[in-house]
């Protein structure tokens, strides 16, 4: 199967082609085919939403690969690329497929493009991050934007842990709240022995020193990290952070 790179920006092209190509009902199937449901199940998601189908699909699809689920945006992408009748209401008038745009998706197929400083990508690639992580800080750490690389991560890594707990709370106190002892939204073990709780209330602090220490500072102050084994070894203890959330106990 053909291969899109999924940065934001193909994202949006991919967002903006769907849109314009079939109806709320029907695109909201082929999310749900691809294996991905909308936190709203009802039949018109997006409008619930109070958003344009371009914005909800747009959103969603930056949910999808935060979660490193890039097998969904993959089918997602076959279907469009072949106008799968079932998703696509190619014979009526409303709903066609934008010329340009669509032959733009095509050609971003296969194609990857090299980063400025051509030496990032191997070296990013070498630590066999998380998917989480490849989605969120790749594209910024081949371009040079080191800090910005650790900050999107760190807000990918925060969204990830409100999912899964179904808090609204952020950051620091988001964690605390997610992994305490005493009532925990999340558990990285059975929390047999003393052991493992030690495990749990040492990776609880842990996340919250990620939130308030990494995320905080790159998040609030204009800082200029040029050291990229520095920020690759930021990007190594988020990307552990995202395979633990993966490893959760019910």
């Known amino acids: 199967m053909k291969k ?7 994202l949006r092209l991919l967002a903006f082609i769907i849109s314009k ?5 029907q695109f909201t199937k082929l999310l749900k085919d691809s294996g991905w449901t909308p936190e709203c199940t009802a039949s018109e998601e997006w409008q619930l939403a109070k958003k344009s189908k371009e914005e909800y699909l747009f959103d969603e699809f930056v949910k999808i690969g935060e979660q490193g689920r890039f097998d969904i945006l ?7 690329i072949k106008k799968d009748a079932i998703y696509f209401k190619i014979s009526e008038k409303e709903y066609k497929f934008p010329r340009q745009p669509f032959a733009n998706l095509k050609k971003k197929l296969h194609i990857v493009k090299a980063p400025r ?18 989605f969120s800080a790749k594209k910024l750490f081949g371009d040079g934007h080191y800090s910005q690389s650790i900050f999107e991560a760190c807000k990918s890594l925060n969204k990830r842990v409100q999912k899964l ?31 493992d709780k030690d495990e ?8 919250m020193g ?15 990290l040029r050291d990229k084994h520095k920020a690759l070894e930021y990007l ?15």
């Open 4 to 10: 899109l790179e999924y940065s934001k920006e193909n």
């Open 21 to 25: 190509a079939t109806s709320g009902s």
């Open 74 to 80: 993959d089918y997602v992408t076959e279907k469009t």
């Open 117 to 134: 400083r051509t030496t990032n990508i191997p070296m990013f690639n070498e630590r066999k991050f998380h998917k989480s992580v490849v």
């Open 165 to 195: 707990s179904g808090l609204e709370k952020d950051g620091k106190s988001l964690m605390g709240k997610v992994f305490n002892l005493s009532n925990p939204k999340i558990k990285l073990n059975k929390l047999r022995n003393l052991s």
């Open 200 to 207: 749990q209330e040492g990776f609880m602090h842990i996340f």
């Open 210 to 224: 990620v939130m308030q220490g990494i995320r905080n500072p790159k998040g609030h102050e204009l800082i200029n």
């Open 236 to 250: 190594s203890v988020l990307s552990l952070l995202f395979r633990r959330l993966d490893n959760t106990c019910k």
